[in-house]
Nanobody
Framework: QVQLVESGGGLVQAGGSLRLSCTAS????????MGWYRQAPGKQRELVAV???????KYADSVKGRFTISRDDAKNTVYLQMNSLKPEDTAVYYC?????????????WGQGTQVTVSS
C-alpha cells in the first residue's frame, strides 16, 4: 500500500555533511507529518526532527543549528540536511510518516539508512 524508502546515508568525517531523503509511494492523498528518528547501537530510538503538513518543524536539542528538515509535497519526499556532523550522530536514521491518508489513515516507517561519522 504505502512504502517509505530512505537514501543518502554513508560514511563521512566529522565536520562533514550529508543529506538524507525519504520518498513515500502509494496512493497517498495526504501526509499529516513526516519525521526522522535515529537509533545508535545500544541506545533507544529518538526523534531527530519532524515537519508537519503546515511546515512547522521541531528538532532535538542535540541537532538544532546543524540539521534542517524540509519537504517537497509534489514528490512526497522529506529531506534531512545534516551539517557539522559529529561522531555522536552515528546511527541508523529512520523516516516515518504520520497520518498517511490513502483509503484510510495509518503511520509508516522506512527501512533505515546508516550514517557513520568518523574521527
Amino acid at each position: 500500500q504505502v512504502q517509505l524508502v530512505e537514501s543518502g546515508g554513508g560514511l563521512v568525517q566529522a565536520g562533514g555533511s550529508l543529506r538524507l531523503s525519504c520518498t513515500a509511494s502509494g496512493n497517498i492523498r495526504r501526509i499529516n507529518a513526516m519525521g526522522w528518528y535515529r537509533q545508535a547501537p545500544g541506545k533507544q530510538r529518538e526523534l531527530v526532527a519532524v515537519i508537519t503538513s503546515g511546515d512547522s518543524t521541531k528538532y532535538a536539542d542535540s541537532v538544532k543549528g546543524r540539521f534542517t528538515i524540509s519537504r517537497d509535497d509534489a514528490k512526497n519526499t522529506v529531506y534531512l540536511q545534516m551539517n557539522s556532523l559529529k561522531p555522536e550522530d552515528t546511527a541508523v536514521y529512520y523516516c516515518n510518516a504520520i497520518g498517511v491518508v490513502t483509503l484510510y489513515r495509518a503511520d509508516y516507517w522506512g527501512q533505515g539508512t546508516q550514517v557513520t561519522v568518523s574521527s
